[in-house]
């Protein structure tokens, strides 16, 4: 796999076919035409290909090819201000179906890293579902996160089939990209590996739990939540699967989504921040971990 900083046309148009096939837009206002990703690219922002050399025109995952195969992930950051501290906003991260749970991801955002790193930031920030729970894993296991905003219906309307039946309710991923935790994360952790079992059996030993679930047929359900606790650190399960409950179980993943809005508002709202995620595929649930800071 090459992985290489985008700077064409052609190689933005392959940005946006991707765009269509990840996420499935039905309006072009949801995608970043290729027009705006040769923009940013020559302001500052960085727009980072994979490629895979083999996959070519006799390939079963043919499609558009540039130089060294066919564009198979992205990620794209463009130049952002808050509070008059500049830094990197990631506005996408994408990679083809072919090649999910392949470590693709962790290597384009370490790229990312690298690069925004040279030019002199050390944050870069971006939004994620947090009833994703192979995103949260990534984000907070790998790559070393903290989380103290959320934001309801981060994209209004949009027209991806991913996130068609719920509101597209969002946790501000922050990487401090030279921080002591950060570095942590990255020497421990390498592509696709799993987390420690002993490392999450700690942390979860150290918190206490929001909310209760109960075991469903395919999925674990909402049973209540307690938020008067008042815990150093508290625990938010949540369940895999996410994505497939939406298409099969939608007053489900309603329930869920108005369930974790609740905690998530109120215990950020209290001075609590999200440092850590636990995933526990074969129980079907992830757990956050929040602690003051």
Known sequence: MELRTLTTIEEFRQVLALEQRVWGYTTAEDSVP????????????????????SAGSGSPRAGSRGEGGRLVGFAYSMPAVRGGTPYQWSH??????????SGLGWRLKLEQRRLVMASGLD?????FDPLQAANAHLNFAKLGIVAREYHEDAYPDSSSALHAGTATDRLVAEWWLTSGRVVERLDSATPGAARGAEDGRRALAAATLVNRVREGDAW??????????????????????????????LP???????ATREMFETLLARGYVVED???????????????RP
Do not use: K
């Not at 290729?34 to 050399?53: H, K, N, Q, T």
């Not at 307690?226 to 099969?248: I, K, N």
């Not at 995620?277 to 602690?291: C, K, M, S």
């Open 34 to 53: 290729a027009m705006i990703l040769l923009v940013s690219s020559r302001v500052g922002g960085f727009v980072i290909g994979a490629f895979d050399p």
């Open 92 to 101: 996408m991260l994408a990679v083809d179906t072919d090649y999910r749970d």
């Open 123 to 127: 944050l870069v920030a971006w939004t």
């Open 220 to 249: 674990i359900e909402p049973e209540g939540h307690d938020l008067a606790l008042d815990a150093a650190r508290l625990g938010v399960v949540v369940p895999t699967g996410f994505t497939e409950m939406q298409q099969m179980d």
């Open 252 to 258: 489900l993943a309603r329930d869920w989504r108005s």
């Open 277 to 291: 995620f636990v995933l526990d595929r074969p129980a079907r649930r992830g757990t956050y971990i929040l602690a």
